[in-house]
């Protein structure tokens, strides 16, 4: 455990026993500290903010069911009352959250939403525990510690929360109230975490661009405390696409006392803390030669994982399940794929594949965006305006400044205020070959044919300026038209070519997801390794470890 968990744990000790001497001095009419006595106060009877919790009798229905005794017998309050759970809840959670930046990896911005969502989700209990009672843990709290602890095969680390034992059998209150705000607080983490908390994907580069869609943590409090297993709910909190899933399923295989084999191809370098070990550089330095590439053309032969490289593999799983969460949580039944690192497309109907072919992707110095978007419309015999940045960085320099010389080479040239303006007319020659997959991004990156087929024959196509080139034009616009059934064939989007662009629409947009996963099982239910083209698993890895660390 890293030095600065044990500080704090031993801080929240202190925090915690700080909370209670404060609630007892409260108790002796001596008053507390101002952070205790701010947080989470019951409103007043005549407040309008009704805190009944679900399924809890309000108070007109109790004054229905028991006698009403007259103000002068009803028994006294002493000081020396014992207290409950509901009574030090208040004091212990105050004492959680004035301590919850050091409980994990997340930014300031969700620490300040999960304290809030703490406060609000026992406010509308009115401080009403859930997850113990009586002597020990409810059922409820059963079921969420049970996930909680198992927030490793999801690659979660839930370390610095003191989680208790399932068979715990504890009465006193400050012990309880304890446990209560601990396991809440765990499972608001654990909800943000699995929803991509931990990484801003812009934080690692500019070409990251996927929305991540963090889920709320009142919102993830109250449907975990609402449902019929409180830790199946938690859990689903993570991604649910088959590819996380089936990544899941492969970290637990590593996690096992056996060797693995995979099928590898370059290595993925990843230079990180393993597992808390200082296995890393020689693990690494053993799992690069062990996976090396014997060509491009021709994978290298299956190999056993020692202990080392295996350690490295976890990780490299772990950053690439880390990326599944930058992903929609809907992706459409009806979608592209384009995963980076592989190469390939996929086109998907009803969940189904329908298409699958190579690409070309952009270099690592001009590398493709990772994004989300929608195809709108094909764009047959298309214009290639061409990037300023292209026109001043190749063209021009190849051109010796001479205009005429690009016009001698069928470009259309204007130069308008000082500025050069290029343009390739459609035809065989043009650079986005004869039609273009539209999807209107920031990235001004788009998907289409090319006149260099042979560029398809290599094992590693990172060749672009950041587009993507299909090898399959043709057949993938018609059947993102609708295919057969309305009416498309290749044949008869070959025949809308000629010598003028023209725009055809889609009968609906579809979800275009470009990725990037160096990890993935195929669907023969093997591991495939890809060469970390663009660095970003090693950086994902890398930022998760440091997390862990801090």
């Keep these: 455990m890293p030095r600065s968990r044990g500080l704090w744990r031993r801080g929240f000790a202190l925090a915690a026993l700080l909370a209670t001497l404060s609630a007892a001095r409260a108790d002796d009419g001596i008053p507390g500290t101002p952070a205790a006595e ?39 309050v002493t000081e020396t009352a014992t207290p409950s759970v509901t009574d030090r809840l208040p004091f212990v959670l105050d004492a959680l959250i004035a301590r919850a930046s050091g409980l994990s990896a997340l930014g ?9 969502a703490l406060r609000s989700f026992y406010a509308q209990r009115a401080l009403q525990p859930i997850w113990v009672e009586g002597s020990g843990l409810s059922a409820a709290g059963r079921s969420l510690l049970a996930r909680l602890k198992r927030a490793g095969e999801d690659g979660l680390d839930l370390e610095p929360f003191a989680l208790p034992e399932a068979n715990l059998s504890e009465s006193a209150p400050d012990r309880l109230a304890e446990i209560e705000a601990n396991l809440s607080a765990a499972a608001a983490v654990y909800a943000l ?24 943590p009142l919102h993830a409090l109250t ?46 370098l990843i230079r990180t803390r393993l597992e808390g070990t200082q296995l890393a550089h020689p693990a690494l330095a053993k799992f690069a030669s062990a996976r090396s590439s014997s060509s491009d053309a021709e994978p290298a032969p299956r190999v056993a994982m020692t202990g080392e490289s295996a350690a490295a593999q976890r990780v490299a799983i772990e950053a690439n399940m880390e990326m599944w969460r930058w992903e929609p949580r809907d992706m459409g039944r009806d979608r592209i794929e384009i995963n980076v690192p592989d190469y390939t497309l996929t086109l998907y109907k009803n969940d189904v594949e329908a298409d699958h072919t190579r690409v070309i992707v952009g270099k690592p110095a001009t590398p493709t965006p990772i994004f989300s978007n929608s195809v709108k419309y094909l764009l047959v015999n298309p214009i290639w305006r061409v990037p300023e940045s292209i026109v001043k960085k190749e063209m021009l320099p190849k051109a010796g400044g001479d205009l005429s010389y690009l016009q001698r080479h069928g470009f259309n040239v204007k130069e308008i205020g000082g500025q050069v303006f290029v343009e ?41 300026h950041g587009c993507v080139r299909v090898e399959q034009p043709m057949r993938l616009a018609a059947e993102v038209m609708g295919g057969a059934p309305n009416g498309w064939s290749p044949e008869k989007i070959q025949g809308l070519l000629g010598p003028n662009e023209r725009a055809v629409f889609l009968p609906e947009a579809l979800p275009i997801h470009i990725e990037y996963f160096t990890e993935f099982v195929d669907e023969g239910g093997a591991l495939r390794e890809r060469e970390d083209i ?12 440091r997390l862990g660390q801090d």
């Design 38 to 76: 701010a947080v989470l106060t019951t409103p007043a009877p005549s407040s309008n903010v009704d805190l009944t919790p679900t399924g809890a009798t309000r108070p007109q229905d109790v004054q229905d069911l028991e006698p009403t005794l007259p103000p002068e017998a009803a028994p006294p």
């Design 108 to 116: 300031a911005g969700d620490w300040r939403a999960a304290r809030a």
């Design 193 to 216: 975490e699995a929803t991509g908390a931990r990484i801003a994907p812009m934080s690692l580069s500019p070409q990251l661009g996927p929305k991540v869609e963090v889920v709320d």
């Design 223 to 268: 449907e975990i405390a609402a449902a019929a297993d409180p830790g199946q709910r938690l859990r689903d909190f993570n991604p649910p696409q088959p590819g996380y899933r089936l990544l899941r399923d492969k970290l637990a295989e590593f996690a096992a006392p056996k060797t693995a084999s995979i099928e590898p191809a370059s290595p993925t």
């Design 424 to 464: 390739q007319p459609p035809g065989e020659g043009n650079a986005l070959g004869r039609l273009l997959f539209m999807f209107p991004n920031e990235y001004s990156v788009y998907l289409h044919d090319t006149p260099s087929r042979g560029l398809f024959a290599a094992a590693k196509r990172a060749f672009s």
């Design 534 to 545: 663009y660095g970003l698993t090693e950086r994902v890895a890398a930022t998760l470890a």
